[in-house]
């Protein structure tokens, strides 16, 4: 019960202090709400269509919104499409000319002007989705007019017979695959952002917490409490539960807010748990490494960024060089977010990613060793 005051006096403490609440509460949630937004999944892209209603243009704008890399939406002027693209509604907007199929029957070539204000890869992106649905649809008209050519009658005539001989008929697959099974590609947009940003932001913020343990020490409340009836090991597990329940604490507000699907739910919950107390261990040993709180507020961030970088929660390993992917692994931020990796991208579960876990363990049990042994000295 003693180790539980000293819990619950650490975690009152740290909901007084509004600066520390910032960096715990809002900041981790406009990080991950800006990069989410910026980095989107790109699964499919959003393409405004802008088409004069006549029989090819509506069904290129049909044969557009069927295919699964693509979501459309319909416009009746370039103008309302222009509007939705710089409002960011659309990824891209692709123009119809008026006399699209007149032009189109008649072999004239037709300029298909794609609008984008987006990054180049999503820009490159929909208009590859794009060509590759108005090079099918091309070709469809092209089989009518050489039909419409032999037999001397009106390409629209033979257009739904091309479509329904398109539809029968046989196709080439392309398959691919990973030489070395599949790849441990990060998914995209709020998915493959929130993961990272609560590994990288536990870390940080318990590091900086350590400030609260040099500050209690100073103001001589280890010192009192050791008059009374109270062992090290309980004010050391008591400042070290606090630390985990803020981690935790932490942890479920950004799995709340996120609003994304966390994959298997008992894998998850063993990552999430076991990240909280490497994090719990790093704060108290760093409560008891420095000096002043203010090189523990200052410096704990620093060091958890530098590891956040190094560990891939910045971006992906896989496109750093092989050596300082290998450093990357000496902090377990990179088996956290590999873990992560496997567990939403890949849909694994606690045996997949039992490796991870078992080097997070141990991670966890050094630093809550050492973090231990450092607190009792102090205390002695």
């Known amino acids: 019960m003693t180790a539980l005051v000293f819990t619950g006096v650490a975690l009152r403490r740290l909901a007084r202090d509004r600066v520390a609440m910032f960096f715990i509460v809002l900041l981790p949630l406009v990080v991950i709400l800006i990069v989410g937004a910026t980095i989107r999944g790109q699964d499919s892209f959003r393409v405004g269509v802008v088409e004069p209603g006549t029989p090819l243009a509506t069904g290129l704008s049909r044969a557009l919104d069927t295919s699964p890399a693509l979501e459309t939406r319909t416009y009746a002027d370039q103008g309302a499409a222009t509007a939705a693209l710089r409002r960011n509604q659309v990824d891209a907007v692709l123009v119809l000319p008026a006399g699209f199929d007149e032009r189109l029957l008649s072999g004239a070539p ?3 002007p794609l609008l984008s204000t987006g990054s180049p890869g999503t820009t490159q992106g929909a208009w590859s989705a794009v060509s590759a649905v108005v090079a099918d649809h091309a070709a469809l008209v092209q089989a009518a007019g050489f039909a419409a050519e032999r037999t001397g009658t009106d390409p629209a005539r033979w257009l739904p017979l091309a ?4 539809a029968a008929g046989d196709r080439i697959t392309v398959r691919t695959e990973s030489a070395g099974g599949a790849p441990d590609e990060r998914a995209g947009g709020f998915t493959g952002s929130a993961p990272t940003m609560l590994v990288l932001f536990v870390f940080i913020n318990t590091l900086a917490a350590g400030a609260a343990v040099i500050d ?3 103001l001589g409340v280890y010192a009192r409490s050791l008059a009374a009836p109270v062992r090290p090991r309980e ?7 606090g630390y985990v329940v803020l981690a935790l604490g932490q942890s479920a507000m950004i ?3 996120s609003a994304v699907s966390w994959g298997d739910p008992v894998a998850a919950l063993l990552l999430t748990g076991l990240w909280a107390v490497v994090g719990a261990g790093a704060g108290v040993l760093s409560g008891t490494l420095f000096r002043t709180s203010e090189q523990a507020s200052a410096i704990g961030p620093a060091i958890g960024i530098a590891f956040g970088m190094l560990g891939g929660c910045m971006w992906p390993l896989e496109i750093v060089p092989p050596a300082l992917r290998t450093v990357g ?3 377990p931020h990179a088996w956290a977010v590999d873990a992560w990796t496997t567990v939403l991208s890949r849909g694994g579960g606690v045996a997949d990613i039992a490796g991870q876990l078992a080097v997070l363990a141990g991670f966890a049990a050094v630093l809550v060793g050492a973090a231990s042994w450092r607190m009792a000295r102090k205390l002695a």
């Not at 004010?235 to 539960?241: D, K, N, R, S, W």
């Open 255 to 257: 799995i709340g807010a």
């Open 163 to 166: 479509g329904s001989l398109a």
């Open 216 to 218: 209690t020490r100073k």
């Open 110 to 112: 037709v300029e298909l």
């Open 329 to 331: 692994h000496v902090t």
């Open 235 to 241: 004010i050391v597990f008591g400042e070290a539960l």
